[in-house]
């Protein structure tokens, strides 16, 4: 019993840094944000998760594997709401995905927001304007 | 191994030289403010490598003390719990004048002040 | 009470600050400023009477014996210093329109008297504590509180000035934290007299060297010594006068104070002089910071920077005093403590008054006034005749026992340079004086500054004239405290 | 030998160190300055300082990097083009070399017989027991051995709070308005993106209590590990922080007022030094906390230390949110005035 959890820990925590790496990779070869987003959750949910609890394996069942298991809890909860804040911000400032196909911007209707929001279109006009100059 | 064991303070000073090498050489001001702060972490990583004791525990006591416990020093990490507060309040501080001098000239990059400055001067 | 003397003279301010910055109402925070001011310099006298009568005062605190708790040493020289502070404390804090030069937001006084208030408890914790580290706590606090307050100059250039003060000071503090930590290792202590003690059979390690040469750049760096001195002339020239006048007259000296207790105290003067050779660099320096700072001053177009290159050039006196390692050199030096106070203390405020009615301290601005403001122009000549060092003017005394202690170790070009460089001054300061007599008013209707300034203003201006008279208070006390340390040194 | 790990962590100590100094993108020369101070906090952990290692990770890689990014918000985001000088070169290089020089005649790194843990350090260990009763020395030593040094430190915590107000106060150097109206402007300006944001916000709401809740934790469990007042304030601080971030700072304004924490700033340092003057009244130094109680020392001293910690941990909260409410203030008045284009030209 006492093989298999330490084969299953030793496991996991590999698997975790291989998929840190892989993130990592993504992170520097994706082209533009959002995709580069993508990259860089993977090594928060997978790369992370799996290292946290191969070492609550091998922690053993006491208060420290507890404690691990929470930190785990705590980065499921939080990095999801970081990246959506993130990738949020950046479509409202205005930045562009680098898509294949170059779309002209009449063909596509950006999805109207409720009047509420008009400041934001008239923002977003002005931030467009700056895009060029950055 | 004569001076082997000395390695780590050479690292930490080879720390404290780029951050110093940042605060004197660099002209933007937040950079200068990032500078002091890698030198002023670097002098705390100074006196905790001080503190350090070959094979001895954190200096919390442990309920079922199971023999003699080494322990590594206490006193630096105390010293140094003030010295990171200080470099917060410095930060703190110098950042609020970066943003003032922002204000006033517009700039943050210390040549095109000393420019403004002459140029008003004369 | 008076058992515990001591705490409470760094109580005074320490517990002051945070209550104004409780208490909103700009009133009542100056009350309670002026009424610490002239609280703390009742309890320092009463300090330096007991060091004076009995043995150095040792006062733990925690109640934990010195090497394991943080002790506060009180003998001739700290009660010295800490009068000299808490006087030009009181008076300048009891100045009229303190907030006047300050570009203060509306509803902030509070907050300005409590910044002055912790720079006071700063200086006062630096000068009385027996405890290593400590002292490197206490100079941040009166540090930061001196950036905040420079940068509220009303000049658009102040926050410039500011920012470079904090770098260079930031970077002398680091290398005073340093200078300790080599120490630390070297001896396993921070209590400066158990420190002393396990560095007197340290005298060959490279460490030790080392940590005297960081704590001395530190230190010299703070006490803004010939090379390192660039930050000094912008942050006293563009703060408000009041707080140039603070700042001028007790943080530069508490700076030599803690450079002199380093070297007498902690690593004593066989090692610092005779190993260390530190008079063969002090006084190069010293000299270069009396002719720098001085032909500097004469070539100023604004009064505060020009009395802030003085400020250069007179703590290149007091390095020298250091420097000759002798009980008159010594002397020297520590009543130039006091005397460079009172004068350049005085000057200031009589600067303070001057840009009190002008607006500005250019000199083109300043033109014509001997007429229309009589006895602040009478202020300043006499402060700066003081400056000079003219007989029955404090700065007469310490040039008096330089020029002794010069001769007396034979230098006789000391003494010479020394009596030249006076006469520099007398080039800035007669510059300053053909100004303010000999030059057509710019705008003629301008009245005399009201009394709650010139009070202050004369009562330093004065006590320049009567100490230079009466000299067993502060020669007097100089000497006895040089002894001591001499004493304890050799 | 067993293979020293530090060696990995000042690899990237060095590397990151580098980063920070050749970026010439300031947004991500603090990132990565960030990472460097989560680096020396692991560095820390390894060197056996876990309370400095708490405090560097809370306030070092937290609290100056929002700081850092905050001033970058009102300021210019790239650095310009700079030859490498050679001046500062030499000079970085004859520190460095007087620096190695003093290491020589140094005890090894980790040296049991080195003098520091020869002469004070052991009696601060044996006296954590008998004296204190608490297992964690770091506390012990912080709030009574060496006491004072910590009020100096608060009162540092108390002057760089000041400074700040002082210099962020009024709105732009020529418009002098009481800080009130300093963060009334910012309150209302036009909402930012991030308050329509439902996931953040509910997000928010579900984390802001434990996170304080936590930092209740840290406060009360100085005596037993690491923690104490600076981390328990951060902490807490950070809460507060994360509300004015999400839901704007004129409703955070509604929670704490800058008024009252202006009070709570100035009531922590008084808690401290007035738990000092307590044991003055009963004849004891000052901050000797034994004799605070008359039937056992060792109880009088843990009433002090928890007094003067919670002091501690009042003043660094309402430090922490006071910044930040000034430098966030401060982005209503970053409304880009004509004049500033072109007087950078001049």
């Not at chain 4, 820390?44 to 990014?69: K, N, P, R």
Request: hydrophobic share 50%; with cysteine; proline share 4%.
């Amino acid at each position: 019993m006492v093989l298999f959890i330490e084969i299953a820990s030793w496991l996991l925590l590999v698997g975790g840094a291989g998929f840190c790496i892989v993130g990592a990779i993504g992170l520097l070869r994706m082209p533009d944000l959002y995709s580069r987003t993508h990259a860089a959750t993977i090594t928060d949910t997978l790369g992370a998760g799996m290292v946290l609890v191969g070492l609550a394996l091998q922690a053993g069942p006491n208060l420290t594997a507890l404690k691990l298991l929470m930190v785990l809890a705590f980065l499921l909860y939080t990095s999801p709401v970081s990246g959506h804040a993130l990738v949020k911000a950046a479509y409202s400032h205005g930045i562009k995905a680098e898509l294949d196909v170059p779309i002209d911007p009449q063909q596509v209707q950006i999805p109207e927001r409720p009047a509420r929001d008009a400041p934001t279109d008239s923002a977003r006009g002005k931030e467009g304007a700056d895009d060029v100059s950055d | 191994m004569s001076t082997f064991g000395l390695w780590h303070y050479w690292v930490v000073i080879v720390l404290m030289m780029i951050g110093l090498y940042t605060v004197i050489a660099r002209d933007n001001l937040v950079k200068k403010v990032m500078g002091l702060n890698l030198f002023q972490v670097s002098v705390i990583m100074f006196y905790v490598s001080m503190g350090k004791v070959e094979g001895g525990t954190a200096p919390i006591i442990p309920e079922q003390a199971s023999g003699p416990v080494v322990y590594s020093n206490p006193l630096p990490h105390v010293l140094m719990l003030t010295a990171i507060v200080v470099g917060i309040a410095t930060t703190a501080m110098a950042l609020s004048l970066v943003v003032r001098i922002r204000e006033t000239y517009g700039t943050t990059e210390e040549d095109e002040i000393r420019k403004l400055d002459r140029a008003e001067h004369e | 009470m008076t058992l515990h003397l001591p705490a409470i003279a760094i109580l005074l301010p320490l517990l002051s600050a945070p209550i104004c910055v409780a208490v909103r109402h700009a009133l009542v925070t100056r009350l309670l400023t002026v009424a610490v001011g002239w609280g703390s310099l009742a309890v320092s006298g009463e300090l330096l009477r007991q060091a004076l009568s009995g043995a150095p005062i040792h006062y733990e605190l925690g109640g934990f014996a010195p090497p394991l708790g943080i002790e506060y040493v009180i003998d001739t020289t700290t009660g010295y210093v800490l009068v000299i502070v808490s006087t030009i404390a009181a008076v300048v804090f009891s100045f009229g329109a303190t907030t006047r030069g300050a570009a203060l937001p509306a509803g902030r006084e509070h907050l300005y008297y409590g910044a002055m208030l912790l720079c006071l408890a700063g200086l006062l914790g630096m000068t009385i504590t027996g405890d290593a580290f400590n002292v490197f706590v206490f100079l941040e606090i009166s540090s930061l509180s001196s950036y905040a307050l420079i940068g509220l100059g009303q000049d658009r250039r102040a926050p410039v000035a500011a920012f470079s003060y904090l770098i260079m000071g930031t970077i002398g503090g680091t290398f005073f934290l340093l200078g300790i930590g080599f120490l630390y290792q070297a001896t396993g202590t921070l209590n400066m007299a158990d420190m002393a003690e396990r560095l007197a059979s340290l005298h060959r390690s490279r460490t030790v060297h080392v940590a005297f040469g960081f704590l001395t750049v530190g230190l010299s760096l703070k006490l803004a010594v010939f090379p390192l001195h660039q930050w000094l002339p912008n942050a006293y020239a563009r703060a408000p006068a009041v707080i140039s006048a603070f700042l001028s007259a007790t943080a530069t000296k508490v700076m030599y104070y803690v450079l002199v207790r380093m070297i007498f105290t902690i690593f004593g003067a066989t090692f610092v002089f005779g190993k260390m050779g530190m008079d063969m660099a002090l006084v190069p320096l010293s000299l270069g910071a009396m002719f720098v700072g001085s032909l500097a001053a004469i070539f100023q177009t604004d009064l505060k920077r020009l009395l802030a290159y003085s400020s250069v050039a007179q703590i290149g006196y007091m390095t020298l005093g250091l420097s000759f390692n002798s009980v008159n050199g010594l002397t020297g030096g520590l009543a130039h403590l006091f005397n460079h106070a009172l004068m350049k203390g005085g000057l200031f405020l009589a600067v303070a008054c001057l840009v009190y009615r002008v607006g500005s301290s250019r000199l083109d601005d300043l033109a014509g006034l001997g007429k229309c403001m009589p006895i602040t122009s009478a202020a300043f000549v006499t402060g700066g005749l003081a400056l000079i060092g003219v007989p029955a003017t404090v700065g007469f005394i310490s040039k008096w026992y330089l020029v002794l202690a010069a001769l007396e170790t034979g230098q006789y070009l000391f003494a010479g340079l020394i009596l030249l460089s006076s006469l520099l001054a007398v080039a800035y300061v007669l510059r300053v004086v053909e100004v303010l007599y000999f030059k057509a008013p710019k705008s003629p209707d301008v009245r005399e500054a009201p009394v709650s300034l010139l009070l202050p203003t004369w009562i330093l201006i004065g006590a320049t004239v009567v100490f230079g008279l009466r000299t067993e208070l502060t020669a007097g006390l100089a000497r006895s405290a040089a002894m001591q340390l001499l004493g304890a040194g050799s | 030998m067993t293979f020293p790990i530090e060696a990995i962590v000042f690899l990237f100590l060095l590397a990151t160190a580098l980063a920070v100094t050749h970026l010439r993108d300031l947004f991500a020369a603090a990132m990565v300055f960030g990472v460097f101070s989560l680096l020396s906090a692991g560095l820390f952990t390894l060197m056996d300082a876990v309370d400095v290692a708490f405090t560097e990770a809370a306030v070092g890689a937290g609290i100056s990097t929002v700081l850092i990014l905050s001033t970058l918000a009102l300021t210019d985001p790239r650095e310009h083009q700079q030859p490498v000088r050679f001046a500062p070169v030499a000079v970085v290089l004859l520190v460095g070399a007087a620096l190695v020089y003093g290491t020589l005649d140094m005890p090894y790194y980790g040296d049991p017989t080195a003098p520091i843990h020869k002469h004070v350090a052991p009696e601060y260990i044996e006296g954590a027991m008998t004296d204190f009763g608490i297992p964690n020395i770091v506390t012990n030593v912080l709030a009574s051995y060496r006491g004072y040094d910590t009020l100096g430190e608060t009162t540092v915590v108390l002057t760089a709070t000041v400074g700040v107000m002082l210099l962020l106060g009024g709105l732009g150097g020529a418009r002098h308005r009481g800080d009130a109206e300093v963060v009334e402007a910012a309150g209302d300006e036009e909402p930012t993106p991030m308050d329509r944001v439902q996931v953040a916000r509910v997000s928010t709401t579900v984390l802001a209590p434990l996170i304080m809740l936590f930092g209740l934790y840290v406060q009360f469990h100085g005596d037993f590990g690491p923690g104490g007042g600076f981390q328990a304030g951060v902490i807490f601080a950070s809460a507060l922080i994360l509300h004015g971030i999400v839901f704007g700072l004129s409703s955070l304004k509604r929670v704490v007022s800058p008024r009252f924490l202006e009070i709570g700033l100035a009531a922590g340092v008084l808690i401290y030094a007035g738990t000092g003057v307590a044991s003055l009244f009963r004849d004891g130094t000052f901050l000797d906390y034994a004799v605070l109680d008359h039937h056992s020392a060792q109880h009088g001293r843990h009433l002090g230390i928890l007094l003067v910690e919670a002091g501690v941990g009042i003043t660094v909260t309402c430090a922490m949110v006071l910044i930040f409410f000034f430098f966030a203030g401060r982005r209503a008045a970053k409304s880009e005035e004509p004049g500033d284009r072109d007087r950078r030209v001049a």
